[in-house]
């Protein structure tokens, strides 16, 4: 029996395993190929020639990148799962379930009964490129990363359905001075999040579980928090000794039933399957001549602040410090703008120490000659650093970059910033920005995307970007998810297309993920005549030429790009004209001192993760707090609509005006519950029924019901009603009650009154996931409220045949719930009257918060309304206002009830000079995409700021702070022009 060879080639790596005939293992290796898979299969067999040459062997290939290669050779192939499922079999015969991440996939296979396998499909977040990313972003290795996550002592919620969106909840953290061990341990919790919520989709994990893959063969501390969080002993956790080949161990046990043949043959048919070439899908290039690059230089270069010398000047200066997400920038200015000095370096996850290492440096360099008389700061770490030195002024970071942009082009109309991972676009309507567009879903437009393609390919960014611009041939790679463009590149790659192209490739792609994904241009009108352009990624002339060629006019590039925001804050000190910075001085910098430790508040059900700071003489600054609570303040008590309905809807349960003689019903408190619970709560306790609500939502509550979630697409709110109901089976109620709605009260303002599919049959979907919904009663009838003669009759029908409850009786308890959800109703308007009219004896602005109604719960909108409050605002919601509007035609068909109530309230709040209006969206909702254009049209044809807010499982409100500040400062600048 001749010897068998398994070959796994994965998305990162590539395996090779040979056995003997009683399936011992003879040899193995595990390396990565840099996207050079066939070379790197030759190199490890020809490592083993002395072993097998002159022998026949059996050869079969598996993997996800092993397909190509086997068919250029002809050589065997089989498909992973086969493989996996069959080294399983063979080795570890009793296994119940496998949890295999490999670089680019993550995969689950159920064993018992059928083979049933999960794999991640467009999203690779919560996979080896996950942690890979991530160890890049804290600038350790990935061994490192997994040392210090044994030593966490807290775990922060961090999103790990994306790369991008993992750095902006770990950047604040670190920001704020989180620590780095309890960082990294909550990375490998996402994942292990993401894995189990992703990939089990409602089938449960249990008995004997095989861990394989080399993320988990070689990270100990991802190990810990799978067995931890899927609550396994040693016998039902195993992590084989050769789990990372585990793949090319089944490849190799496959080969059996295959030919044998010689080995020298296998090594020639590798070597002769040079892949075929096939014609890439190519555009014009970026520069035809290198005439033509030198004009286009010249061009932006001559946006330029005067340089001056800052060891010969004398006299007043300002300093401007932009502590932005990854980097840290300053700039110190003289009256007219001149730079006396820049500087601009990644943050390495301390701003602090960075920002007090660059004011001594300042400081030695200025002597006695300059004195700084203004510092303001800017960016993602504005509170910390204006808290840590004492700057004079602290400026939401959407104006910091409009006084820079508009230094250099004063009838600039709009400008675009693309950073690392985020790309902020303001419009600018005299003089104030008007709308902001931030990246919400994906980064695959900034420069982290080009930067992470850079290291792939062995090349630093600055030289990655210089080899694209005179490329005859870029590659099209069109726009899609930084992940996915992986296999663009490695199949752009294969296909022969050289360095130099895929980087000019890559540069288009990110201006049209800008422009068609973030802005949603539909051409470069939408922009605006006088465009500045800003942010590190602009300094890369490729990128640059991209974004003109693709908007088709010539935009402004100040030289200073990368540090803009620092120049704008500086001029923003400047312009404050005092006579004296409180800013620390050379005294003050040689005592500083900076402890960061983490808290948990525990004053609320926000449950906020702080970081407490400590400065040098007993100065503190807690972060990561959505109200002042944690710092000894009471909360603002500004009038709260949302907070006023949230409060008057928990109170609803118990017996009412009933006695509870009928026994208990469980109702789930989310999603349209929101909405309808005063009348559903009337209903049961006339009819003599205790009402019990499930308990206030939480994470935790989330986690309960994780496991039978069976789509990871679906909205939070959805979600967490996974956790609700299983929280009522544990209660013991005598039934649940959660009816299937797909219409909704009819308020006749639009052309029909539809409940989104979710909502409407969500109850469907929990009876068919949720096993422990078997345990009780379970009662899931489809009603309709919108008709009251037919509710009634249905109804009497239903409470007759399931309680046995007399027809008349439930008829007048069915009058009483319309009455009572009536009063409801009224109540909310009259209170909504009183705030409004509090606001204006106050001077208040007011601010419409228009969302749907379960966007009141603290878990779903994260204490967005403690924040609107906390800066001054009255909130209203958009119940309040929308009746105080008729029926209008719209561009988009009109059919969803909570819909028709957000147009009104904004076209409410365009006739009323002191409100605007917020519109929240849940992440990963269909609809609300129709609903966002639709709201922007009618806001911005009001001559009103279109502001919009993502919300989801994630509750880093970063984002959100810019926002509602730039907003602000547009209402300011309105004021004054």
């Known amino acids: 029996m001749s010897l068998r060879v398994g070959i796994d080639i994965g998305s990162t790596t590539v395996k090779v395993v040979v056995l003997d005939e009683q399936n011992k293992l003879l040899f193995r290796s595990y390396e990565r190929h840099f996207s050079k898979t066939r070379e790197r299969a030759l190199e490890t067999l020809n490592s083993i020639s002395d072993m097998l040459s002159g022998q026949r062997v059996k050869v079969t290939i598996t993997g996800s990148a092993g397909l190509g290669v086997a068919n250029a050779a002809g050589i065997d192939f089989v498909q992973e799962v086969y493989a996996t499922a069959a080294a399983v079999n063979t080795y570890i015969p009793d296994t119940d379930a496998v949890i295999e991440l490999g670089g680019e996939d993550a995969k689950i296979i159920f064993f018992g009964g059928s083979l049933e396998e999960r794999m991640n499909g467009s999203c690779a977040g919560g996979t080896g490129a996950f942690i890979d ?30 790369g991008v969106f993992a750095k902006s909840d770990i950047q604040p ?18 994942v292990v999040d993401q894995t189990v919520a992703g ?68 090594l020639k048919k590798l070597a002769d399957s040079a892949e075929a070439t096939t014609l890439v899908d190519t555009m014009p290039p970026l520069f035809s001549s290198q005439e033509e690059y030198d004009q286009f230089s010249a061009r932006h270069n001559a946006s330029r602040p005067p340089e001056v010398d800052i060891h010969t000047y004398s006299g007043p200066a300002w300093l401007g410090i932009d502590a932005g997400s990854t980097t840290t920038k300053l700039a110190l200015i003289t009256a007219d703008g001149g730079l006396l000095y820049t500087y601009y370096h990644s943050n390495l996850g301390n701003p602090v120490a960075i920002v007090l290492e660059q004011l001594r440096t300042i400081y030695a360099m200025c002597g006695d000659r300059i004195v700084i008389r203004g510092a303001a700061v800017t960016g993602y770490g504005e509170d910390l650093i204006k808290n840590a030195f004492s700057c004079d002024l602290g400026l939401v970071e959407t104006m910091a970059h409009y006084k820079a942009a508009a230094h250099f082009e004063p009838s600039v109309d709009f400008i675009i910033d693309i950073g690392g991972q985020d790309m ?61 463009m992986n296999s663009s590149v490695k199949q752009a790659q294969k296909d022969g297309a050289s360095v130099e192209d895929i980087s000019a490739g ?120 959505r109200c002042s609570r944690p710092l000894g303040e009471e909360p603002s008590h500004l009038p709260d609509l949302m907070r006023y309905k949230y409060d008057h809807l928990r109170s609803l349960h118990g017996t009412g005006q009933g006695d509870g003689s009928r026994g208990r019903i469980g109702i789930p408190f989310g999603l349209n519950m929101y909405e309808n ?19 206030q939502s939480s994470r935790k509550l989330y986690l309960k019901g994780q496991r039978t979630i069976p789509s990871d697409t679906v909205c939070y709110p959805a979600k967490l009603l996974h956790g609700h109901v299983e929280a009522l089976v544990e209660e013991g109620v005598d039934a649940i009650f959660y009816p299937c709605m797909p219409y909704n009260f009819d308020e006749g303002v639009s052309d029909n009154n539809y409940n989104c599919p979710v909502v409407a049959y969500y109850p469907e979907l929990l009876a068919a996931n949720v096993p422990d919904l078997k345990k009780t009663r379970f009662l899931y009838p489809y009603f309709g409220l919108h008709r009251p003669k037919d509710f009634e009759r249905k109804a009497s029908e239903w409470f007759f045949n399931e309680f046995q409850i007399p027809k008349r009786e439930t008829v007048a308890a069915v009058k009483a719930a319309y009455a009572a959800y009536d009063a409801y109703k ?99 909702c269909g609809i609300d995409a129709i609903t966002g254009d639709e709201m922007r049209s009618i806001l911005e044809d009001g001559g009103k700021l279109y502001t919009q807010l993502k919300i989801d499982d994630i509750s880093n409100l970063g984002a959100v702070k810019i926002r509602i500040r730039s907003l602000m400062a547009a209402i300011e600048a309105r004021k004054q022009s």
């Open 133 to 162: 990313q991530m160890a890049t972003l804290m600038n350790v290795t990935v061994n490192e990363l997994d040392t210090l996550s044994l030593k966490h002592e807290k775990i922060y919620p961090i999103a790990s359905r994306c």
């Open 173 to 190: 953290i670190l920001n704020q001075g989180g620590r780095k061990e309890d960082v990294a341990a909550s990375i490998f919790q996402a």
């Open 199 to 266: 990939l089990t989709q409602g089938r449960e994990l249990k008995g004997k579980i095989v861990f394989l893959g080399g993320p988990l063969h070689f990270l100990m501390g991802l190990r810990q928090r799978f067995v931890e969080t899927l609550a396994l002993d040693g016998e039902h956790a195993i992590f084989p000794e050769d789990g990372d080949c585990f793949a090319a161990m089944g490849a190799a046990l496959c080969a059996t039933d295959y030919q044998p043949v010689s080995f020298e043959e296998v």
């Open 424 to 484: 902020k676009c303001f419009k600018i309507r005299n003089g104030a920005v008007d709308s902001i567009m931030l990246n919400e879903a994906c980064s695959s437009g900034c420069g982290s995307f080009i930067e992470t393609f850079a290291k792939a390919l062995g090349y630093n960014i600055a030289d990655f970007s210089k080899l694209g611009l005179f490329s005859q041939h870029p590659v099209n790679l069109g726009s899609r998810c930084t992940v996915f």
């Open 506 to 625: 890559l540069s288009t792609s990110i201006v049209k993920n800008a422009i068609y994904k973030v802005i949603r241009a539909a051409s470069a009108d939408d922009l605006g005549q006088h465009i500045v352009v800003q942010g590190g990624t602009f300094l890369n002339d490729a990128v640059l030429r991209a974004f003109e060629q693709e908007l088709g006019r010539n935009v402004t590039r100040p030289v200073i790009s990368g540090i803009m925001g620092a120049f704008g804050a500086a001029l923003a000190a400047r312009d404050l004209h005092l006579d004296k910075s409180q800013l620390l001085g050379r005294e003050a910098l040689d005592r500083f001192s900076h402890t960061a430790r983490p808290a948990t508040c525990g004053l609320c059900t926000n449950h906020c993760s702080l970081t407490v700071n400590s400065f040098d003489g007993g100065r503190r600054f807690v972060s990561g707090n």
């Open 677 to 695: 619970l005063p009348f559903w709560f009337e209903l049961f306790t006339r009819l003599n029924f205790r009402v019990v609500l499930s308990p």
């Open 826 to 924: 009224e109540d909310l308007r009259a209170r909504g009257r009183e705030y409004i009219a509090q606001a204006r004896a106050e001077g208040r602005p007011i601010l419409v918060v228009a969302g749907r109604p379960y966007h009141m719960d603290p878990e779903i909108n994260h204490g967005i309304n403690d924040l609107i409050t906390s800066y001054g605002f009255v909130l209203v919601t958009e119940d309040a206002v929308a009746y105080l509007e008729d029926k209008a035609p719209r561009h988009v068909l009109n059919q969803w009830t909570y819909h028709a109530r957000m147009y009104n309230a904004a076209r409410y709040v365009c006739t009323q000079p002191d409100m605007e209006l917020i519109q929240l969206v849940s992440f990963g």
